[in-house]
C-alpha cells in the first residue's frame, strides 16, 4: 500500500524558509517521479514542483521558481521541498504525490506570517 508521509510546516515569518519532507513507502521510490502541491480554503489545489525519476528533472510553478527547491534522496524513500522568501501568499497546505500511483499524503500545514 502506498504510503506518503509530509512533515516540515509550521509558522515562519515573511522572507523565511522552511523545509518539507514527504517520506514514501509501499512502492518503488527510486523509480517514481514525485510532486509537491499546495491549497488554500475555497481554491483548488495547485501544482508547486516536480522531480522526475533517475536524473531528477525538475519543473516549478511559475510562482515559486527561483524561491523553492525540489530535491530528492532515493536512498531514504525522500522527497524535499526547499522553500525560501516565503510571502504570506504562500501559506496553504502542502501535499506530497506520488506521480505515478496518483497517491497523495496527509498533507502538512505552513502559514507565513508576522
Known amino acids: 500500500q502506498v504510503h506518503l508521509v509530509e512533515s516540515g510546516g509550521g509558522l515562519v515569518q515573511p522572507g523565511g524558509s522552511l523545509r518539507l519532507s514527504c517520506v514514501g513507502s509501499?512502492?518503488?521510490?527510486?523509480?517514481?517521479?514525485m510532486s509537491w502541491h499546495r491549497q488554500v480554503p475555497g481554491k483548488e489545489r495547485e501544482g508547486v514542483a516536480e522531480i522526475g525519476s533517475v536524473i531528477g528533472v525538475t519543473n516549478y510553478a511559475d510562482s515559486v521558481k527561483g524561491r523553492f527547491t525540489i530535491t530528492r534522496d532515493d536512498g531514504k524513500n525522500t522527497v524535499y521541498l526547499q522553500m525560501n522568501s516565503l510571502t504570506p501568499e504562500d501559506t496553504a497546505v502542502y501535499y506530497c504525490?506520488?506521480?505515478?500511483?496518483?497517491?497523495w499524503g496527509q498533507g502538512t500545514q505552513v502559514t507565513v506570517s508576522s
Open positions: 504525490r506520488n506521480i505515478v500511483t496518483g497517491s
Open positions: 509501499g512502492f518503488s521510490f527510486p523509480t517514481s517521479a
